[in-house]
């Protein structure tokens, strides 16, 4: 039950940064915007790529130990 649980609470937290990226991209696509914030978006969008990497590595290293 743990495994399960686990798996979810990792899927909804990246299903939360996948849109927080989605809603960065389509903004940063906007031409309204000037030049300085796009690059800080981009590096948010670096960022959150990141953190979603840490999110997937962190889930894999918790299912091994409790496989264990």
């Not at 809603?23 to 690059?39: C, E, G, Y």
């Amino acid at each position: 039950m743990e495994i399960i649980s686990l798996t979810l609470d990792t899927l909804g937290t990246i299903l939360i940064a996948y849109t927080a990226l989605r809603v960065h991209s389509r903004v940063s696509n906007d031409h309204k915007i000037d030049a300085k914030v796009v690059l800080e978006m981009r590096k948010e969008k670096l960022l959150g790529f990141l953190g979603i990497l840490l999110i997937v590595v962190g889930y894999i290293i918790q299912l091994t130990v409790l496989t264990n």
